[in-house]
T-cell receptor, first 113, second 114 residues
Framework: GDSVTQMEGPVTLSEEAFLTINCTYTATGYPSLFWYVQYPGEGLQLLLKATKADDKGSNKGFEATYRKETTSFHLEKGSVQVSDSAVYFCALIFKAAGNKLTFGGGTRVLVKP | ETGVTQTPRHLVMGMTNKKSLKCEQHLGHNAMYWYKQSAKKPLELMFVYSLEERVENNSVPSRFSPECPNSSHLFLHLHTLQPEDSALYLC?????????????FGPGTRLTVT
C-alpha cells in the first residue's frame, strides 16, 4: 500500500540555520504531495503542496519539489526562526484510492534563539 | 467563524460517560473526516463522510459512533471509552473531486479518559 517515510526527530537548530526534512514515498502512480505543520496545541495546517512531478510548492519561506525519480518531497527553509518550531508532516493523497490522505510519522523541529 | 472549528477543545471523561465531539466547517466543502492522533503514533484516519454518506470506517471500535447530519457538521459520539482512547481527535474537511483535494484541519479536541 501507499506509505510515507520521513526523518525522525527531533531536529534541533539555531535561528537562521538551514532546515531540511527528508520525505520519501511509496505509491503506485503519481499522488499529490503535501507538507502540513502542527504548532504546539493546535491542529494541522497545510503548509504547501505539489500535484505533479517537478512542481515546487512554497509558502512562508519553505519549499519542496516533487521528485518523481527519487519519489521524494524534501522540505527546506533557508533561515529558520524560533516561530518555526513545530511538528512537520509529509503526506500524500491518491484520488484513485478514494482520496485517503496518508501521513508520515511527523518530524519535530525545535529552533533555539 | 472561519475554517474548521471543533468543540470542546478539551474533554475529560470517565469510562462510563457518554459525550460527543462536534466539528463544523465553514468552507463549503463536501467531505469531512475524523482522525486520531496519539503520542508517538502516526495519524490514524477513523471515518470519512462524502456528501453526508459514510464512505470509510477504518476498523474503529463501536464505542466511537460518527454522525454527519449535513455537509457542514460532523459529530463523534463517545461511550464506554478506554484509557487508551485518550488522544487528540482532529476533524478535517475537503472539497472532494477538485484539484488535489487538500484537507483542512480543525484545532482538535484533547480527550482524556480516566
Amino acid at each position: 500500500g501507499d506509505s510515507v517515510t520521513q526523518m525522525e526527530g527531533p531536529v534541533t537548530l539555531s535561528e537562521e540555520a538551514f532546515l531540511t526534512i527528508n520525505c520519501t514515498y511509496t505509491a503506485t502512480g503519481y499522488p499529490s504531495l503535501f507538507w502540513y505543520v502542527q504548532y504546539p496545541g493546535e491542529g494541522l495546517q497545510l503548509l504547501l503542496k505539489a500535484t505533479k512531478a517537478d512542481d515546487k510548492g512554497s509558502n512562508k519561506g519553505f519549499e519542496a519539489t516533487y521528485r518523481k525519480e527519487t519519489t521524494s518531497f524534501h522540505l527546506e527553509k533557508g533561515s529558520v526562526q524560533v516561530s518555526d518550531s513545530a511538528v512537520y508532516f509529509c503526506a500524500l493523497i491518491f484520488k484513485a484510492a478514494g482520496n485517503k490522505l496518508t501521513f508520515g510519522g511527523g518530524t519535530r523541529v525545535l529552533v533555539k534563539p | 467563524e472561519t475554517g474548521v472549528t471543533q468543540t470542546p477543545r478539551h474533554l475529560v471523561m470517565g469510562m462510563t460517560n457518554k459525550k460527543s465531539l462536534k466539528c463544523e466547517q465553514h468552507l463549503g466543502h463536501n467531505a469531512m473526516y475524523w482522525y486520531k492522533q496519539s503520542a508517538k503514533k502516526p495519524l490514524e484516519l477513523m471515518f470519512v463522510y462524502s456528501l453526508e454518506e459514510r464512505v470509510e470506517n477504518n476498523s474503529v471500535p463501536s464505542r466511537f459512533s460518527p454522525e454527519c447530519p449535513n455537509s457542514s457538521h460532523l459529530f463523534l459520539h463517545l461511550h464506554t471509552l478506554q484509557p487508551e482512547d485518550s488522544a487528540l481527535y482532529l476533524c478535517a474537511s475537503s472539497q472532494a473531486g477538485q484539484g488535489a483535494d487538500e484537507q483542512y484541519f480543525g484545532p482538535g479536541t484533547r480527550l482524556t479518559v480516566t
